[in-house]
C-alpha cells in the first residue's frame, strides 16, 4: 500500500481490499479465528461452535428494484452465516441515520427487515440507533452482526478447494450490482434489471442434504465471481477452469454487461452461491436445487486442476484468458 490513505477501491472486495486487511487489519487483530479470513468467523463455546460474521451497508440508493437496504442488510448477514455451513439463528441491528431523514422511509425499511427476517427463519434480538448532523451519513447505514449454529449432522465446512472438484453456481450472475447501478444512474432497460438479494440459509442447507462434501461454499459479493474464484485458486494453488458459455447469465444481463463494458464475473450478487464439490455428487446437488425457487438456472461451471492458483476461463473455441483479481471499484455503494 504505498498511498496512504483510503480508496474507493479498498471497499471492492478485490485485491487492494486484501491488502487492506493483510497490511493493516490483521497485525493489529489477527488471532486463529480472523486469520481464516472467512466471511463469518467459526469460535468454540462451551463445547460447541458458533458462527459470527458482521456488516455494513451502505448501499446507494436505498431503494433498488427487488430490494432495498434493509433488506440487503438481513440477507448479507444471513447468507454470510450459512457459506460457513451454520444455521443462522440471530441478527443485531444498529443504525446510523442523519438528521431529518424521512420517518415514512425508516418505517418502510424496518418493514423490510422484518419480512427479510422472516423470510430466514432468524430472530433481530438487539440492536443501536445514532443520529448525526445533516450530511453526515448520506441518509441512513445499518451494521449488523450475525449468529448461528452448528446442526450434529453439519459441521463447518472446511472451506478449501481440492483438485478435480466442480464449480457449481446457483444461478445468474450480476443481477444485483447492475439493479443498483440503473436505480442510481435512472438508467432504463427493457426488461428491467432486478436484484437477487434473497436468504441462502434454506438454498445451503438443501445443498448439503443432497451432497454431503461440498468443499468450499461462498456467496460472491463485492467483487463478484472473479473475486471469490481467484481467493479459491491463490489460496489453495490449485487452478479453477471456468466454462465460459456454461455461465448463466439472463438476456438483460448481458445486454447491459455489453452496453456499459462491464465485466458479469466482477459484479456484485446477493442471492447466488458458488461452491466446489466432488464431481459424483454434483447431479444430485443439480437436481435438488432445480426443485428450489432460488435456483432453478443452476449449473456447473467449471473444474478445479492442478496448476500455480490462477482463475482461466475457456471459450467453446479451446482458447484460454486469465480473469485477475479486480483491481479497482465497477461499481462503488453496491451493499
Request: hydrophobic residues 45%.
Amino acid at each position: 500500500m504505498k498511498q496512504r490513505y483510503i480508496e474507493m477501491r479498498h471497499g471492492a472486495g478485490g485485491d487492494a481490499y486484501r491488502q487492506l486487511v493483510e497490511q493493516i487489519f490483521l497485525p493489529y487483530f489477527g488471532n486463529p479465528y480472523l486469520n481464516a479470513l472467512q466471511d463469518s468467523a467459526i469460535c468454540p463455546a462451551e463445547g460447541e461452535k458458533l458462527a459470527i460474521t458482521t456488516d455494513s451497508f451502505v448501499v446507494k440508493p436505498r431503494f433498488f428494484p427487488g430490494g432495498d437496504i434493509g433488506r440487503l442488510a438481513v440477507c448479507g448477514t444471513v447468507n454470510d452465516l450459512s457459506m460457513s455451513g451454520a444455521v443462522p439463528r440471530y441478527l443485531t441491528m444498529g443504525m446510523i441515520i442523519e438528521n431529518g431523514f424521512p420517518l415514512d422511509e425508516l418505517e418502510r425499511i424496518c418493514a423490510s427487515v422484518a419480512q427479510a427476517a422472516a423470510e430466514a427463519q432468524v430472530t433481530v434480538v438487539t440492536g443501536d440507533t445514532k443520529v448525526v448532523e445533516s450530511g453526515g451519513a448520506d441518509g441512513i447505514y445499518i451494521n449488523t452482526a450475525g449468529v448461528g449454529v452448528f446442526l450434529p449432522a453439519y459441521p463447518p465446512l472446511p472451506g478449501k478447494i481440492i483438485e478435480g472438484d466442480v464449480i457449481l453456481l446457483s444461478g445468474g450472475l450480476a443481477e444485483h450490482g447492475l439493479a443498483v447501478l440503473a436505480a442510481r444512474e435512472k438508467l432504463d432497460f427493457d426488461p428491467p434489471l432486478c436484484s437477487d438479494v434473497a436468504p441462502l440459509n434454506q438454498l445451503t442447507a438443501v445443498l448439503r442434504q443432497a451432497a454431503a462434501d461440498v468443499h468450499a461454499l461462498r456467496d460472491p459479493t463485492r467483487g463478484g465471481l472473479a473475486v471469490t474464484l481467484n481467493e479459491w485458486a491463490s489460496d489453495s494453488g490449485l487452478d479453477i477452469l471456468l466454462d465460459e458459455e456454461a455461465v448463466p447469465l439472463k438476456p438483460a444481463v448481458r445486454a447491459a454487461c455489453e452496453l456499459l463494458g462491464l465485466d458479469p464475473l466482477a459484479i456484485a450478487n446477493e442471492g447466488k452461491f458458488v461452491a466446489a464439490l466432488p464431481p459424483r455428487q454434483a447431479e444430485a446437488a443439480l437436481s435438488a436445487l432445480h426443485r428450489n425457487s432460488l435456483a432453478p438456472d443452476a449449473t456447473v461451471i467449471g473444474r478445479v486442476v492442478a496448476g500455480s492458483g490462477k482463475l482461466f476461463c475457456q471459450n467453446t473455441f479451446g482458447g484460454r484468458r486469465m480473469i485477475a483479481m479486480p483491481q479497482g471499484e465497477q461499481l462503488p455503494r453496491i451493499c
